[in-house]
């Protein structure tokens, strides 16, 4: 990619996330995003269709930047690799969480564990097919996902280490329990 398309790209990208600290999605405008990114509205039409177009694939790219962190992990195959996988994604999850309030602040507040949970889903089944015939399984990633994320959330005056560590535990039972 040419160095002033990714320039231009940081910079709407540091614009969006300033803007979208102090408002609502629904109240930032093309100008003056472009205002703050140093760019003209016709730069900005270049890359993205509208203002929801930047957020979508601001919020694509962070989730996929997340589920990263666990490529390579199946969490059905053993105690051990959900554990894994749990630890892995929790870390991830605490590492974005600045981004993640800030995408999904205001009315995107509850899309984020959505977005993730399917985007999950997508890419355990491509990667191990058999594990989604189990309608356990299917159950299992949504409660896995949604559960840890919502304790998190709920919980967070105990820590980041005593979350991390309660859910490592209750995952690792919850696979014996399972198999």
Do not use: C
């Amino acid at each position: 990619m040419d160095l002033r398309v990714k320039r231009t790209k940081k910079n709407i990208n540091e614009a969006f996330y300033e803007l979208r600290k102090k408002k609502n999605l629904e109240k930032i405008s093309v100008k003056e995003l472009s205002e703050m990114a140093m760019i003209n509205k016709a730069t900005f039409y270049l890359h993205y269709n509208d203002i929801y177009d930047l957020s979508d694939k601001l919020e694509l790219e962070l989730i996929d930047n997340i589920i990263g962190s666990v490529r390579g992990v199946n969490p059905f195959n053993s105690r051990e690799d959900m554990v894994r996988f749990a630890e892995q994604l929790s870390n991830s999850i605490i590492k974005h969480s600045a981004d993640i309030e800030t995408l999904f602040s205001g009315h995107e507040n509850n899309s984020f564990i959505y977005h993730l949970e399917d985007r999950l889903r997508q890419y355990l089944f491509a990667t191990a097919p058999r594990s989604w015939d189990s309608p356990e399984n299917n159950i299992l990633l949504s409660f896995m996902v949604q559960g840890a994320y919502h304790a998190h959330l709920r919980n967070r005056s105990f820590g980041a280490d005593m979350l991390k560590k309660t859910t490592m535990s209750l995952f690792g039972k919850l696979f014996e329990e399972i198999t």
